[in-house]
């Protein structure tokens, strides 16, 4: 079993920044691609981006290329998201999450271990 905990998100301005963290404890971090997603009010959980277990190879959702940034840090189970440029469209509740894959994956139901959630409010 995988626990995951998210801390950062808020209320930020349009162009500004924030970072997500997202902490696993538990069974091992070992060997799990892990993956980001956004959720706004009335529409489905959509991919922004993953990572690789070793963090060679990342993953972008076309919305999303060249503000945010992935990164992990497997000596602390944590992996982080870096937003930058931040748009009013961005808003959401983010979700991390962990797969049992090498690669990354793009569908949210390969992934079995969810964080809980932290809104993430971007004002124009």
């Known amino acids: 079993q995988v626990q995951l905990v998210q801390s950062g998100g808020g209320l930020v301005q349009a162009g500004g920044s924030l970072r997500l963290s997202c902490a696993a404890s538990g069974r091992t971090f070992s060997g799990y691609a892990m993956g980001w997603f956004r959720q706004a009010p009335g529409e489905e959980r959509a991919f922004v981006v993953g990572i690789t277990w070793s963090g060679g190879s990342t993953l972008y959702a076309d919305s999303v290329k060249g503000r945010f940034t992935i990164s992990r840090d497997n000596a602390k189970n944590t992996v982080y998201l870096q937003m930058n440029s931040l748009k009013p469209e961005d808003t959401a509740a983010y979700y991390c999450?962990?797969?049992?894959?090498?690669?990354?994956?793009?569908?949210?139901?390969?992934?079995?271990?969810w964080g809980q959630g932290t809104q993430v409010t971007v004002s124009s």
């Open positions: 999450a962990a797969s049992n894959t090498i690669v990354v994956v793009t569908t949210a139901r390969r992934y079995g271990y």
